[in-house]
């Protein structure tokens, strides 16, 4: 489905100024995954994962919305499979959700191209739209999503799935100066906040500010300084949205998670135990892992031992495992929480299961706040959340 051309014009006006590293992390993720098995050291994996990033430019290239209700805007039909016995077909009913209902958006596993959605209790599935085969980044509650060229990023959502944050260079490429963040909704120009960070010139590997965190509401954001040579996270600050005051700020780390409303932060050390500070800067738990994803209420987290351990959910105030994944040997990779509710979506990788997309196939567990699994999905490749 189209976008709305408001929102696609707002973005759009933002692609010669975008900060080229504003998807740093998933880039480092994904840097970290294909190394996982190797012996190489870890410095080197950051390293080569934010050098990655220094050269991309955005080039937004296609925009959907799931259908709410009784509107329908025509999308072009997938091709059926000749052997339906033994591959399957695509999803060919769009996906239908009462307006507000928040989706999980995932690769069709039977045509790349396609995005399919599913709603949070796993009952309701169906076609979304399609262009995908680049990847790309989606809402939190998966309402519409903007595909991307290979080497492209894109500004970081809003928790309120309207707004997003972006930092941008304030001088050309090939100088070394501070960063913008900014604020954009639909049918707004975007909004300078803060000067944060910086951006170095493009070839010298220096990395660049990151947005993990931007709620509105919360009139907050939180953006990390990527640094350069091994570095992952050289510092952060953690900045209101309506001012551009600094509300507190601090240093060095290997991965940083933020929880959607940016009031608690979690930075893993260089032995993978995070420390998770609260809304004032202070330190409010330590956990045995890296934390990669706050629940929606912050009261528990997905940890995973290192960027190819299993993952677990605990609840970080007291280190109650909640969930562990059933099986050692899988590998997280990427998870997610439901907007405004209290279940978590994990993206766990089958060794077994071999990325021929350039994207990881996953089982992907939707646990709720008790620690079951209210539905699985198998060999799945999950889109842009």
């Given at each position: ?121 796993g ?5 979304v ?21 290979k ?34 909704s639909?049918g ?54 309506s ?39 202070q ?5 045995d ?11 528990v ?58 994207f ?26």
């Amino acid at each position: 489905m189209t976008m709305r051309d408001d929102l696609r014009t707002a973005l759009q006006s933002q692609q010669s100024s975008l900060g080229d590293v504003a998807d740093a992390r998933q880039r480092l993720m994904h840097g970290a995954m294909l190394n996982r098995d190797q012996p190489a050291n870890r410095s080197w994996q950051w390293a080569a994962a934010v050098a990655a990033v220094l050269i991309a430019a955005i080039v937004i290239t296609t925009f959907a919305l799931v259908k709410a209700g009784g509107h329908t805007t025509p999308v072009p039909a997938a091709t059926p499979s000749p052997h339906p016995q033994v591959s399957p077909t695509p999803l060919s009913s769009q996906l239908v959700v009462p307006p507000g209902t928040p989706v999980i958006l995932y690769h069709d596993p039977a045509n790349f191209d396609q995005v399919d959605g599913v709603t949070w209790d796993g009952r309701t599935s169906g076609r979304v739209g399609v262009g995908a085969t680049s990847g790309g980044n989606a809402a939190p509650d998966g309402s519409h999503y903007q595909t991307l060229d290979k080497a492209a990023v894109s500004p970081f959502w809003a928790d309120d799935s309207t707004h997003y944050c972006a930092v941008v260079r304030t001088k050309s490429r090939d100088v070394t100066g501070p960063g913008m963040l900014q604020i954009g909704s639909s049918g707004q120009q975007p909004r300078n906040v803060a000067k944060v960070g910086t951006f170095g010139a493009a070839g010298l590997n220096a990395g660049g500010p990151t947005v993990v965190a931007c709620s509105p509401g919360a009139d907050r954001a939180v953006v990390y300084q990527s640094g350069g040579q091994g570095i992952g996270v050289a510092e952060f600050w953690v900045i209101q949205l309506s001012n551009g005051r600094v509300l507190w700020h601090a240093g060095r780390g290997t991965w940083i998670a933020a929880s959607h409303d940016g009031r608690y932060v979690a930075l893993a050390d260089d032995s993978f135990k995070s420390t998770v500070y609260g809304p004032n800067g202070q330190v409010a738990g330590r956990i045995d892992g890296t934390v990669f994803t706050f629940s929606w209420d912050a009261s528990v987290a997905v940890v995973a031992p290192n960027y190819g351990g299993a993952p677990s959910i605990l609840d970080w105030r007291d280190g109650q495992t909640v969930w562990t994944c059933p099986k050692s040997t899988y590998q997280y990779t990427q998870s997610l929480p439901e907007p405004g509710g209290t279940h978590i979506a994990i993206g766990a990788a089958d060794p077994a299961y071999k990325n021929t997309t350039g994207f990881q196939p996953v089982d992907l567990f939707v646990v709720g706040p008790d620690g079951v699994v209210v539905f699985e999905k198998k060999d799945v490749t999950l889109f842009g959340q």
